[in-house]
Nanobody, 116 residues
Framework: QVQLVESGGGLVQPGGSLRLSCAASGIIFNIYTMGWYRQAPGKQRELVARITDSGHTNYAGSVKGRFTISRDNAKNTVYLQMNSLKPEDTAVYYC??????????WGQGTQVTISS
């Protein structure tokens, strides 16, 4: 049974930081491309960042320079370090596992709220 369990969400003031974690089980973690997506109310789910099995990363333009995705294959965990947070970063953040062109599995999501 595949599980992707996100943690680390919460309420932060603008300019603050959060680190999201996603612990995976039931998959051969180190062969998957792992990603973070987000969905704000009334909007479509969008890609935030992705890291391939070989460590190549790509980011949405809106978060480039502020967010960093990383993975620890020994812990079957992917991280999203989020700095300089803005109100428009408020969303439910989802972890994903798949390939460059497909998403095979989703986590349940974690709420991130940026507000003063």
């Amino acid at each position: 049974q595949v599980q992707l369990v996100e943690s680390g969400g919460g309420l932060v003031q603008p300019g603050g930081s959060l680190r999201l974690s996603c612990a995976a089980s039931g998959i051969i973690f180190n062969i998957y491309t792992m990603g973070w997506y987000r969905q704000a109310p009334g909007k479509q789910r969008e890609l935030v960042a992705r890291i391939t099995d070989s460590g190549h990363t790509n980011y949405a333009g809106s978060v480039k320079g502020r967010f960093t995705i990383s993975r620890d294959n020994a812990k079957n965990t992917v991280y999203l370090q989020m700095n300089s947070l803005k109100p428009e970063d408020t969303a439910v953040y989802y972890c994903s596992a798949g390939s460059i062109i497909t998403t095979d599995y989703w986590g349940q999501g974690t709420q991130v709220t940026i507000s003063s």
